[in-house]
């Protein structure tokens, strides 16, 4: 598995950034973020969707959406930066 990088947050001080990566063998989107810890947060997720053991809830900032957007165009093409 070969991750491409995508983008970071614009507003990163440089420590524990969120950023975005698309996996060259499948396609997937990567996404590094804040974990979801909050109660009421996770308890709204998993009444449409259970979360199992093996998966997390993340967070990034709307400020991210242009590189999430980036990031679905650049899993169906070679275009990532």
Same mark, same amino acid.
């Given at each position: 598995? $070969? &991750?491409?990088?995508?983008? /970071? =947050?614009? =507003?990163?001080?440089? @420590?524990?950034?969120? #950023?975005?990566? +698309?996996? =060259?063998? @499948?396609?997937? /989107?990567? /996404?590094?973020?804040?974990?979801?810890? *909050?109660?009421? @947060? &996770?308890?709204?997720?998993? $009444?449409?969707?259970? /979360?199992? *053991?093996?998966?997390?809830? +993340? !967070?990034?900032? !709307?400020?991210?959406? #242009? &590189? &999430?957007?980036?990031?679905?165009? $650049? #899993?169906?093409? @070679? *275009?990532?930066?």
């Amino acid at each position: 598995m $070969a &991750l491409r990088f995508v983008g /970071i =947050d614009p =507003d990163t001080n440089g @420590d524990n950034c969120p #950023s975005i990566w +698309v996996d =060259d063998e @499948d396609g997937s /989107i990567v /996404i590094q973020g804040w974990e979801v810890t *909050d109660t009421t @947060d &996770l308890a709204q997720v998993a $009444a449409r969707s259970p /979360i199992p *053991d093996h998966e997390k809830v +993340v !967070r990034v900032p !709307r400020r991210m959406a #242009s &590189l &999430l957007m980036e990031a679905c165009h $650049a #899993s169906t093409t @070679d *275009d990532v930066r």
